[in-house]
DNA sequence: GAAACCCCTG
DNA sequence: CAGGGGTTTC
């Protein structure tokens, strides 16, 4: 027996891996971690609510400000401490007092408007004031501008002050455990401890207020502890972000070394060719202000190019051409246009990991924000564009160059980044995780549009445009995540997920092939916008314009080896399911160099060798029992003869193996394959015969017969489109 | 002893 | 179809 099988170590080893590396977990925990730091995030804003609609609204409207978002959203967590603690020792209590303070006052609008911005020096004066108030109590009142009245007004005044600060303490104290109605009862209260001080009225107003401000303080505490978590976590993810740009570079570098000695001098002569001066300007000084903080850098670089990206596609006609020109012209090498692909399609991830991030925290709008805070859309505005849309051939260059390849994305090597649960992926995930058509329910999604489905082509998944990446806003690693194309049974599947996206319709016929229009629809399905119907223009794209690009890309893999082969897939995807069960009918027995060579476009290793020949094993098994099966079955039916028996297209037992092998019946399937099911029916029949089932081993006879009756798959089996063309016919 | 294979289970 | 335990083969 050649050795087909290697299955037992290797999956023991790998299956260990793969139950290690579930999706699952990672997306529960960072799903966990993002909800938790999106919470945190809005309790600690919320206060804000006014200058953060100002905030969001440019979020939305204005794109060369997204850049900054992060980074305004790091810096205000930052600010926002400061205001409130100018001083380590400033106590909340002093805060609240001063606010009260303020408020008998009548100097105090509102809490957001000046509470904040107005408080820094008062701050301090009056937690010298809570400390040292008897030794000077001038200084305590001296901000509010009576520097004149005589020493028994002042030690008076004092006195009262500080009756009024005990009291008001003691109610901060209740409010602060207390629910309202408890914390009136404690103002009431108060009036007992000191009712000379102020006339009842004026008592009564100021209890008012001071519940009202027992209510803001308390808050306040709460939320500048939820803000320290908050910061704490942007901490963590700007640490990521680091580590995240140093991969981004890293692979930046090894794209882009023909012109380029460094990641921030390809950016540059990337920013010259496609920025105008307004757009340049911007950029550069957002550089400028980033140059602080490098996660932000990373994110303000990243969504620079984005900018330059949607700067080029408003400038159809001046860009079109042009790329269409540099291609064969001497001024850009061959290769040249490749890495510019995979430089901007490495932005583009970048940057949705970066609008993920946010997309993260605004997508939950909070009490305060409830109209200024929609989701964003970056992706779409992305993607929603015509046919000289670079950007959008890139991702489709992917998907297309590789058929039902998951290509890693560039972003794979991000594997390395210290996601909870995101461990080194470097093998297969679970082989085929969904079935195509018994799970279309997990397609659609669901109705509230934010928990859409978890399969996501490759592209959007890692784009950060799906629900699985909206969870792992950090792309989940190098994840040979299953490319659920619904291939296998396309008129059976399809009608029910076009539904959602049925602009995906306008695919030129030249382009759509299955596996086209369900990118197409991942992409404009994402989730980001759920209220938002996807553009017409969203599917519309040049297909000439794709297959040229398709055709560059791939004369170029021989200059190219490394950079093809790292966007080989790493797992296998339902397609590859497909193409092998339809293998089956042309070799049941497949070595594993066999597998190699009509898997080419799968980045083979121990897993993905095992795993194929999983599949075949579970194929044979399979047919063997069918076959034992119905020879049984014949045996029972008083067949005698092998004569009697014989495989036709229309017979029980083929429809049995079809069904299986090739279930949307779109495969023709071989006439060898009948005339080998055919022996290996008789096979059974005459062992049964022969009474040799007795023999525990009794199939291995009938094994070996078969082995040798492998034919040769037809080549177009080597191509990793071979299932759209297989299926064209 | 490792690999290949078989068988069973979920 | 994946996983794992048991058995056989080399």
Redesign the pocket.
């Known amino acids: ?12 080893q ?6 290690d590396i579930g999706v699952k977990r990672t997306v529960g925990t960072a799903s966990a971690f993002f909800a938790k730091a999106r919470a945190t995030f809005f309790s600690a804003m919320n206060p804000q609510g006014s200058e953060q609609d100002v905030e969001y609204s440019v979020v939305q409207h204005a794109d060369g400000e997204k850049s900054n978002v992060l980074r305004k959203l790091l810096k205000r967590a930052n600010s926002y401490e400061d205001a409130m603690m100018p001083f380590p020792g400033a106590t909340i209590i002093s805060q609240l007092l001063k606010n009260n303070m303020n408020k008998n006052g009548g100097t105090e609008p509102s809490f957001q408007a000046s509470g904040l911005s107005s408080t820094g020096s008062e701050v301090h004066q009056e937690d010298v004031c809570s400390n040292s108030s008897r030794d000077s109590p001038q200084e305590c009142l001296s901000p509010f501008g009576r520097p004149t009245m005589s020493q028994f007004d002042v030690d008076r005044l004092c006195d009262e002050h500080l009756r009024a600060k005990r009291a008001r303490v003691e109610n901060i104290i209740r409010g602060m455990s207390h629910s309202p109605s408890v914390a009136l009862r404690g103002n009431e209260n108060e009036r007992e401890i000191a009712p000379q001080s102020v006339s009842p009225r004026e008592s009564y107003r100021e209890n008012k207020q001071q519940s009202f401000q027992q209510l803001v303080s308390a808050r306040k505490e709460q939320k500048r502890e939820e803000r320290r978590q908050l910061k704490q976590q942007l901490e963590d993810m700007q640490k990521q972000l680091r580590q995240l740009q140093e991969k981004f570079y890293q692979i930046y570098d090894s794209t882009d070394s023909e012109n380029d000695e460094d990641g921030n001098l390809s950016e540059d002569s990337m920013r010259s060719e496609t920025m105008d001066a307004r757009a340049g300007d911007s950029v550069s000084r957002s550089d400028n202000e980033m140059c602080e903080l490098d996660p932000g850098q990373f994110i303000d670089r990243a969504r620079a190019l984005i900018r330059e990206q949607e700067i080029a596609e408003n400038k159809p006609k001046r860009e079109g051409p042009k790329e269409k020109e540099q291609g064969p012209n001497a001024f850009h090498p061959e290769g040249k246009h490749l890495a510019e692909t995979l430089k901007q399609e490495l932005n583009t991830a970048m940057s949705q990991v970066v609008d993920t991030v946010v997309k993260v925290f605004s997508s939950k709008p909070s009490r305060q924000l409830p109209q200024v805070f929609p989701p964003l859309q970056i992706p779409q505005a992305r993607f929603a564009v015509n046919g000289e849309n670079h950007n959008f051939h890139t991702a489709n260059q992917r998907l297309q160059c590789f058929g039902d390849v998951i290509i890693p994305n560039p972003l794979d090597t991000f594997g390395s980044v210290p996601m909870p649960g995101a461990t080194d992926q470097t093998e ?1 995930l ?4 969904r ?1 195509n058509s018994s799970d279309q329910s997990a397609w659609a999604p669901p109705a509230g549009g934010h928990h859409a489905s978890l399969h996501q082509s490759p592209l959007s998944a890692t784009a950060g445009f799906s629900t699985s990446s909206f969870r792992h806003p950090f792309p989940l690693p190098p994840m040979a995540y299953p490319f659920q194309s619904p291939l296998g049974a396309p008129s059976a599947s399809f009608p029910g997920k076009e539904r959602a996206s049925p602009e995906s319709l306008d695919l030129t016929r030249e382009t759509t092939s299955l596996r086209t229009k369900m990118s197409s629809h991942h992409m404009n399905h994402h989730p980001c916008s759920p209220g938002h119907p996807p553009s017409p223009a969203d599917g519309c794209f040049s297909a000439q314009a794709l297959k040229k690009e398709i055709k560059q890309l791939l004369s170029q893999e021989e200059h190219f080896p490394l950079l093809i082969q790292s966007y080989m897939q790493e797992g ?1 995807s339902p397609n590859h ?2 193409k ?2 339809l293998m089956f009918f042309y070799t049941r ?1 497949p070595s ?1 160099n066999m597998l190699k060579t009509y898997f080419s476009d799968v980045k083979f290793n121990r897993c993905i060798t ?6 075949f ?6 047919y ?1 029992i069918q076959m034992e099966k119905y020879a049984r079955q014949a045996i029972n039916d008083g067949v005698t003869s092998t004569e009697e028996l014989s495989i036709t297209r229309d017979c029980e037992l083929y429809r049995a193996l079809n069904m ?2 090739n279930k949307a019946n779109d495969f023709e399937v071989p006439e060898r394959f009948l005339e080998v099911a055919q022996i290996t029916l008789r096979e059974f029949f005459n062992a049964i015969i022969a009474g040799k089932d007795v023999d ?5 006879a ?3 017969v078969i ?1 040798k009756l492998d034919s040769e798959v037809p080549e177009i089996f080597k191509s990793p489109n071979c299932l759209q063309e297989l299926l064209h016919e």
Do not use: G
């Open positions: 027996m050649p050795d087909h099988d290697s299955t037992a170590l290797l999956s023991r790998t299956k260990r891996r793969r139950v297969a679970p082989l085929v995780v079935k296998l399911l497909k092998a069960k027995y594993s095992s795993q194929l020949i999983k599949w094993s579970n194929f044979r098994e399979f063997y299986h092998y525990p081993s009794w199939k291995k009938i094994y070996k082995c």
